[in-house]
């Protein structure tokens, strides 16, 4: 990439719309790849999540994440009912852009200019799988930081040792897959530090490392992506596609309609 590009000035986009409380951004693969290349170009801190039902829940639940996710510059539609959302609140031209296929433009990208990248994230097995499938794909790939973090908050100590070790490396893009909300915590707590963006995929590195299966294109395309995960691991992800889902859209029914009194999940907080 050149180095005469001039820095964008990131500020929220024009086109979003608050869907039960958290803004959620109509933006494109070409406006998110653009963003990405330029702030690691430029060295400007910028943090980026394609949002899912889940995201979208889990802000509604708890107001401090919907806090750290109006920080983050762009908040694209990971699933389709989030696409039909935007649609519904009058961003027709709404689509979606799914963080693993988001990943991969990204990856294409910078296979040819060169820029370094990161993983943060995954099992060491799938990260390995990961590294090994990318650099088959593009030999070109500079990956100079991988790491799979444990299962659990870092320690002050290990949290210094891991933003160390990122900046030494001299990664320019910084891929996080660990989950919804702790991705998108470690993103707003090391985007600044870090001074390079942060982009929280989710299982884009157990797809893209062929650790779990896709679903099929058609499936994703009428927003049943949810139940094809959750036939390929029930036991994990049940409760989140057969309690998030329908009680999404109860709240967005509720948003659209008025009947703000309506929200089980905080009545069940009371």
Request: aromatic share 10%.
């Amino acid at each position: 990439m050149s180095h005469n590009a001039v820095p964008m000035r990131y500020q929220r986009p024009a086109f979003s719309r608050h869907i039960l409380g958290m803004r959620v951004d109509c933006s494109s693969y070409e406006d998110a790849v653009a963003q990405v290349l330029n702030a690691a170009e430029t060295r400007t801190p910028f943090w980026l999540c394609p949002a899912s039902v889940q995201t979208v829940v889990e802000a509604h639940r708890a107001p401090s994440f919907r806090d750290v996710m109006d920080t983050a510059n762009l908040v694209t539609t990971d699933g389709m009912p989030l696409v039909w959302a935007l649609r519904l609140m009058g961003l027709k031209n709404a689509s979606r852009v799914y963080g693993p296929t988001l990943t991969e433009r990204i990856l294409e990208a910078v296979a040819v200019s060169g820029v370094p990248v990161g993983f943060y994230g995954s099992s060491q097995k799938s990260l390995d799988r990961l590294q090994a499938r990318l650099r088959e794909r593009w030999p070109r790939l500079n990956i100079a930081y991988a790491f799979s973090p444990p299962y659990r908050p870092l320690t002050p100590e290990e949290d210094s040792e891991v933003t160390e070790k990122i900046q030494a490396s001299g990664a320019r893009i910084l891929f996080v897959g660990t989950g919804c909300p702790r991705q998108e915590f470690f993103a707003w707590n090391h985007y600044r530090v870090l001074n390079i963006p942060i982009l929280a995929v989710g299982a884009a590195f157990d797809f893209l490392a062929g650790v779990k299966p896709q679903a099929p294109a058609w499936m994703q395309s009428i927003g049943l992506e949810w139940f094809f995960r959750v036939l390929c691991e029930p036991r994990r992800l049940w409760r989140r596609a057969l309690v998030m889902n329908p009680l999404f859209v109860l709240l967005f029914v509720a948003q659209m309609t008025g009947l703000r009194r309506f929200d089980p999940l905080r009545a069940n907080q009371r």
